[in-house]
């Protein structure tokens, strides 16, 4: 099973992206999929997550400006907008079939790189 990650790059301050993210290597749908990132002189944390039947969780900081949207059962995206530069960062995907243990995924992408300047 793999991840693939893509939408990262450099963008001003109040810019946009849009982060995709879609499963291959698996029939099974993926009950959660999350993004995290890390930041520079930080541990991963999570910025999204959305499971099927569920409303999306959100990061305190970036309710309002980000939203988390399925295009599948096995691909998301994360609409970023109004960027700042603490959103800089290696922004992961991840996956899993069940969702049945909160915070645990089983499948992870490569990270993409967002870098917000001022």
């Known amino acids: 099973v793999q991840l693939q990650a893509s939408g990262g790059g450099l963008v001003q301050v109040g810019g946009s992206l849009r982060l995709s993210c879609e499963v291959s290597?698996?029939?099974?749908?993926?009950?959660?999929m999350g993004w995290y990132r890390q930041r520079p002189g930080n541990q991963r944390e999570l910025v999204a997550s959305d499971s099927i039947g569920s409303d999306p969780e959100y990061e305190d900081s970036v309710k309002g400006r980000f939203t988390i949207s399925r295009a599948h059962a096995r691909m998301v995206y994360l609409q970023m907008n109004n960027l700042k530069p603490d959103d800089t960062g290696v922004y992961y995907c991840?996956?899993?079939?069940?969702?049945?243990?909160?915070?645990?995924?089983?499948?992870w992408g490569q990270g993409t790189q967002v870098t917000v300047s001022s």
């Open positions: 290597g698996s029939i099974y749908r993926m009950q959660r």
């Open positions: 991840a996956a899993d079939r069940f969702g049945w243990v909160a915070g645990r995924y089983e499948y």
